[in-house]
């Protein structure tokens, strides 16, 4: 992920990472992207079950739960393990994870075991009380999905109504104290949401938001043929970037981040070279300590099933399941050879990735599209719209 805002509008410098010796365990959450370690993330998948119906669902959600799914138990087990593994924080997803009855039971275990616990939801099911039980177990932060306003929303969720309850669930986490952000994906369908997106950021006193470019799995492999091209692509980021700094201009600043192309860093750094900015080499330091795209490395994925991915969106390729050997194992076993070969992919990509001199910076962007696109999960990225004159080892 690429802070938007962090990097420029200067809510974070290199010295506030440097500070806690960008050790996982030590930073803060703001901060966590910049660690050295890159103790995985996990993206827990508690179920496959879900109440909607949305057209770009990585992970295939239906209206029934699979009968896979780890039990309680199970997932205590897996909670146990990945504390003593030093992960900083646990991301409970679905499906819908307010569908499992034992959520808050199993948040409330993790953040006993000394990790952040935060879930990933369309928010149409936080009631007052779940609010509110979920704030009584420490929970540290509530993303809702919202791909637009009203009908924009409801026509991507396939459910009427779901944008007005899932605004309830935001009212209901701010009435409790959690802190909620919004979770958008980008594209062609919905582009022309993003302003009131950030309208509603400001109207609603909503402190983050997260863009996120399409990834071409799950169902959102339907929806390729609406992912923006390069140059529209570019008009959005810049659109981000300019709202972004009008928030933080007037005193009104929101934590604004874009995730899964991690281009965006770079983009943002030549922005600011273009524009003279007296902090552009800050940003590049930062940019460095980013080290852009971890799948499989500082972000990995368990399943509803305990089978382990290198995030959440490369489903087809599992490295093991808890069930049958902890977590901690399966990711530290480097006889699987795409797992060694995702801890250090910047010397296995082919074509412009290879000779990109933001190679260190960017570590090959997601390496899910162009397999997707080309059946080479080596080659370039097709979603990474800088030039070859921005790439090139020169300017």
Known sequence: MIGISKLYCGTVEPSDALRYGR???QLPSHLLQFSSDKKP????????SCNLKCVHCYAHATDEAAKEELSTEEGKQLLDDLAEFGTPVVLFSGGEPLVRKDLVELADYAVKRGMRAVISTNGTLITRSAAQALKEVGLSYVGISLDGMREVNDRFRGVKGSFDRAMAGIEHCQEAG????????INRMNTAEIPAIFDLLEERDIPRVCFYHLVYTGRGSDLIEEDLSHEETRRVVDLIIDRTHDLHARGKPKEVLTVDNHADGPYVYLRMLEEESSRAQEVL???KMNEGNSSGRGIGCVSWDGEVHADQFWRHHSFGNVRERPFSEIWTDMSDP?????K??????TGRCATCRWL???????RVRPEAVTG???ASDPACYLTDAEIAETI
């Open 178 to 185: 959690i802190k909620v952000g919004l979770r958008f994906t």
């Open 360 to 366: 260190d910076i960017c570590a090959g962007n997601f």
């Open 338 to 342: 795409l797992m060694a070969r995702l």
């Open 23 to 25: 050790q996982s365990q």
């Open 285 to 287: 330091e930062l940019l």
């Open 344 to 349: 250090d992919k910047k010397q296995y990509v």
């Open 376 to 378: 080479d999960l080596w």
């Open 41 to 48: 993330v996990v993206v827990w998948n508690i179920t496959r």
